[in-house]
């Protein structure tokens, strides 16, 4: 699927966005700036800015910070001489992350860089302990967890209406080729339709704050501002519902939701050449989003999705 930026309205609350859609789909991550000081016992210690000067010490900024996602946050704790590196899953769903440090950088740790972790959902975990050294630290995030078993489920139709017309199906030319979405199928329906939930689960991540995008809009630009849905089911999987409408996201965060739920409006928004809902079931294979086959009863009985169709997404 090809999503296109899109220009946000004024500031306003948005939990754990997108990443990646599929990932992808996501928002940004505070940069972790991390001041760091040596108190009046000798120790060197890391906090914030008030703390350090709290302590009447001169600070300096501690070089650590995390790379933009929507999905988690790296927080920065002192723990003696050490640091420890904490990972905020920011999703209603479980996250696996990878905490890195820029190459060369001279830097001991418990356990080694890079390390790996799973995160439940909106918890925090301690990856990492930062024994010596000062490196810049860097954060990969992926929804899902690497345990997911899909299981061969007969999913809903996703669409309010009896209309079918599939713009892009299976392995699609013009952007279901790739891992992520080469199991996606994009239903063309008019903006507004509601958006059923084909599967029970809960909401672990949602976007809506993207207006559609102007005409002048550079199109390369624009990747990765479609508003969605994505749900967590009991196997671990995850069904994307993308390219709402502004404002179309209908369920919150962290809701129970049952197959045939209204979760949403359909509309244009993200790389998008005309308005339809771009429906993929995805797993996380380590660190890496891949779309996964999938059965769906349709308003005409069952739907095949086994070849592209002609169209754009």
Request: hydrophobic share 45%; proline share 7%; aromatic share 6%.
């Amino acid at each position: 699927m090809h999503v296109r930026r899109q220009r946000l309205r004024r500031p306003r609350a948005w939990l754990a966005c997108a990443a990646m859609l599929a990932l992808a789909l996501a928002g940004v991550v505070q940069a972790s700036k991390v001041y760091r000081w040596v108190d009046a016992a000798g120790h060197v210690r890391y906090g914030d800015r008030a703390e350090a000067q709290a302590a009447g010490q001169p600070v300096a900024v501690s070089r650590t910070r995390a790379e933009p996602s929507a999905i988690a946050r790296l927080r920065i704790e002192a723990a003696g001489d050490a640091r420890q590196a904490w990972i905020d899953n920011l999703l209603a769903g479980p996250i696996e992350v990878l905490l890195h440090a820029d190459p060369g950088a001279a830097a001991a740790s418990d356990p080694p860089l890079p390390a790996r972790a799973t995160v439940p959902a909106q918890s925090r975990t301690l990856v990492a302990r930062i024994l010596l050294g000062n490196p810049v630290l860097h954060v990969t995030a992926v929804p899902g967890t690497p345990n997911a078993r899909p299981r061969d489920v007969e999913y809903g139709y996703p669409l309010q209406t009896t209309a079918l017309r599939i713009q892009q199906a299976w392995g699609g030319g013009f952007s279901h080729a790739d891992a992520e979405n080469r199991h996606a199928v994009d239903f063309a329906t008019a903006v507004g339709t509601p958006v059923l939930a084909a599967r029970d689960g809960v909401v672990m991540q949602s976007e809506g704050a993207f207006e559609d995008a102007d005409p002048d809009e550079d199109a390369d630009g624009l990747d990765a501002r479609a508003n969605f849905v994505r749900i967590l089911h009991d196997d671990g999987s995850m069904a994307l519902y993308a390219h709402l409408q502004p404002d179309g996201v209908l369920a919150r965060i962290g809701q129970q939701v049952r197959r045939g739920q209204v979760i949403g409006l359909s509309g244009n928004t993200g790389r998008s050449t005309a308005p339809h809902l771009h429906f993929v079931v995805q797993a996380n294979r380590g660190l890496r989003l891949e779309s996964v086959p999938f059965r769906m009863f349709g308003p005409g009985g069952i739907l095949r999705f086994a070849a592209a169709q002609p169209g754009g997404d």
